[in-house]
């Protein structure tokens, strides 16, 4: 136990595999940062599947904690970004970061919307060691086809009308450091073409110009999309794709973290309190319950606005079951279209694009029942037999429709 001490005190990132008769008596102790404890009879197969495990969790520096607090790096402008959670998904996501945010490799983010897609690109950037570069965050679906190319790439003087000055693009701005393209399954064909040959061949060319300008920049792209179902149907193409894949993370949404919603909700406290000015508040036991039950289909972004909102409403120094209620409430009335005529049209509008990974009907049909239920949970406070009541459902229906909507 000394040696293993010493050797966890000189070389943190080295694993520590203890194996023999003392295994079970150091399992009993402190553990001594022992990676893995292995007793005989001698399986020489699976002590080299541990040796492996630990080669691959192996990291240049102290482990990863559980969650990630603002901290900042003297050598960069970037702050390394809060990252709440005790979750056996997030502590599994922050090994992931720790893991390879030290290998110079492009990443593919997978997730919903809402779940801290740029909050762990930062975190792979801050950890890398690109860390002194620059990270530029570019938002794909808010730049139109038009200017893409320009913003991408950088344009000349007198390239086009209205070029009145030389423009630097993202991929220069980022040189040395990592660009990061956000819900990249947005981009249209034409525009995944003109970024797929920049990955490739590492050079760029600026709008109105023919040099060639050697780039080094590492590309973390994010997603919401079924980029599979995508090439299916030819809205996003197969060698972008597998350019870009050669690691993916996968972020669980928030539904699969209820563990995680207390430590969230405190930390959110404390944010808002402090840039509000607000006095002492908090959220009693119900009401942190109520938030666990919720399917938050917008993720910790849409937890983040109840939280304020709660803190808004509330009527003493504590956030009560009644408050957490009513502001879900009024959310879920005001977060409806103006009309159902409009809700329609955007559907079909996102359809024409390209953009539902189904149609418009199946769409429109889980969209209703995925609100249907939500809204019968919270009302209902998780009775099953209430919601089957009113649904006019039988309960073996009703858990069924759950998990199928992925709310149980």
Known sequence: MTLIRQLRTARPEFPVIAFGVEAGAIIQGDGGGVSYCLSGPCDFAEMARKIIQSILNARPRAPVPSHFTATHN???????PVMIGQSDGMRELFLEIGRIARFDLDVLLLGETGTGKELVAKALHYHSQRSQGRFIAV????IPDTLFISELFGAERGAFTG???????????ANGGTLFLDEIGDLSLACQATLLRALQEKTISRVGSRELISVDVRVIAA?????????????FRRDLYHRLERYFIRIPPLRQRDKDIHLLVKYFLDVHRRAYGLGHCGFDLEAIEVLRRQPWPGNVRELENVVLQALMSARGATVTRATIIHVLTRKDMGSSPGTMSDYIADVLSRARRGSLEVGALAHLSRELERELFSQAIRLAQGNQSEMARWLGVSRNTLRERLRGLQLA
């Open 74 to 80: 003297p050598h960069s402008s970037l702050d390394c």
């Open 139 to 142: 938002n794909c679906p808010g």
């Open 163 to 173: 070029a009145d000055r030389l423009k630097i693009g993202w991929f220069e701005r």
């Open 223 to 235: 997603t919401n999309r079924n980029l599979p179902a995508a090439i299916q149907n030819g809205t």
